[in-house]
């Protein structure tokens, strides 16, 4: 018993050690935004007497267009998120239930692209958006998004679809129901944590993008958070207070979403595979 | 009353689901009719994402391809000539392209092991039956993860701020490890120790939720067993869990190579490569020839050269992809 007592203390010791190292630098970063008139690098006293208040982020959040920035990256992201689950449904049941010559082919292609770095594409995908007359438009960048990444989220989703049983299909068959009957009332309503996933990974990635909106988007007025922060750290550099209530306001959303769906959360369809062996 | 032509088409759809009517009444269409037929149903569904794919990401990765043998000019009407191999003899005599590879290199064998260890150490932790606020844990890992790169990266450029009132300076001087602060981003070695420190904190978190849920897909009956025959403890964990764990060990690890080899916010966003580009990558010297320096082809080849190594590593992982049931 009192080996038992003492192997407790040994397990939580670690992790809460581990607790230590992940979230203490989130928490000197909200201590940081309470200080104010930071215009050099706050001592680590300062930083940890400093009381809480919310100055900074008022003062932030009128500051060079942050509100506009915000609602900016909402639109991109939230229409980019749509897309993108929707696309990568309708592509993903396309994958399971058909059967049609070149599939494997096709299958195949998609696979071998996504051990490609996508970096290599980065510019000739510039030069498409440019071809189609869409560079400094949200067009460029829902098109980029949503079709850059359909084949990231087939994948994902149809390691979820291909858990949906077959005898389901029938009972529609019967009533009449063609292929979208099945589509709208059998695969979506039976996959809702894995479409709700691909949904949180759709928004929390377009939402903190940077590289591809830096060469797409040209018109301050529609810049997206991310590159309005980095816009805002090099005129702020060394007020940190500044910085980091920016970057607090633009990490919220992601971190709220998270927090609030995690326990609906879902492994990707890879380990299902994978631990299946 | 049901339409006739849908009926049809889900008659046809029946072979799909239940092998044993394979055998269509009508005598034998012809091969090429039958897939015809096939493609026009799965056409509404297929050809968006098809289209998508095919027009942003395979045709520019064939693209780059092309590119990377080419002098090319991004210019409406400007030529673009056909340069052979010249793209990629730049590349080895490029002092910056061996920086990169090196880091490159440096990066993944020294954040995957880590990476590796602590991800399966604290999964097997926060998986033992007495450990209480499971869910809290693995959320607090997770977070990371869930943060933004550029705000992550401004938090590191902070907490390793040059000087006595950088948090980690600070905390090391209090401790007595140094004597002097060190100004970690402007030398070659300290900038990268915290890059590879940036890649681990932001990324162990995936590796903690992935052999977490691993851990609890063992079957409980293995460790009853297990006990039965004596073993507990420790020797439950070398005989069920470490076999058990296999399969998905492969994966994690071919995760975290190709995670660590495409390096490029980390470095992009703490140092830009600097000291004198000592710390530069491949990803973020491709970018950087790209859309900086407006070296296409040189920046196509980079990344040709990139995408076959990687290839070449996760070829292993691919064909276990690969053997995965269509149907």
Known sequence: MKGNIFAKIIVYAFLILGLVVFITPFIYMVMTTFIGDAYSLPRPNEVFTAVPNLDNYETVWNKNNFFRYFMNSLLVAGVATVGSVF????????????????????????????????????????????????????????????????????????????????????????????????????????????????????????????????????????RTLPIALMMFQGKYASNWSWIFAASIIAILPVIIIYIVFQKKFVQSGHTDGAVKG | MLPKVKNESDHNQQPVMTPKQKEPKKPKPSKFMKGLKQWMQVFPFLFLGLTGASVFVIYPLIKGIVMSFQDYNIMPGAESPFVGLENYAKAFSDPAFRYAVRNTFLNTVVTVPINWFLGLFFAVLINIQFVKYKITFRTLYYLPIITSWIVVAFLFRYLFADGDNGLINYLLVQVGIIEEPISWLQNQWTAMIVIWLFHIWKTVGWTVVIYLAALQGIPKELYEAASIDGANGLKAFRFVTIPMLGPITAFVIINLVMGAFNIFPQVYFI??????????????????????????????????????TIFLITLTQQKKLGKQRFM
Do not use: C, H
């Open chain 2, 271 to 308: 140092t830009n490569g600097g000291p004198m580009g000592q710390t530069e990558v491949l990803q973020s010297m491709i970018y950087k020839q790209a859309f900086n320096n407006f070296n296409f082809g040189y920046s196509s080849a980079l990344g040709v050269m990139m995408g076959l």
């Open chain 1, 87 to 222: 696309l990568g449904a309708l592509t993903a049941y396309s994958f399971v239930r058909f059967t049609f010559p070149g599939k494997e082919l096709l299958f195949r292609v998609f696979l071998f692209t996504m051990m490609i770095p996508l970096v290599l594409a980065i510019v000739p995908q510039f030069t498409v958006i440019k071809n189609l007359g869409l560079v400094n438009t949200y067009w460029g960048l829902w098109l980029l998004y949503i079709g850059g990444g359909v084949v990231g989220s087939t994948f994902f989703l149809r390691g979820f679809f291909e858990t949906v049983p077959k005898e389901l299909e029938e009972s529609i068959l019967m009533d009449g129901g063609g292929n979208w009957t099945i589509f709208r009332r059998i695969y979506l309503p039976l996959s809702k944590p894995a479409l709700g996933t691909m949904a949180i990974f759709a928004f929390s990635g377009t939402w903190d993008e940077y590289f591809v909106a830096l060469t797409i988007i040209k018109d301050e007025a529609m």
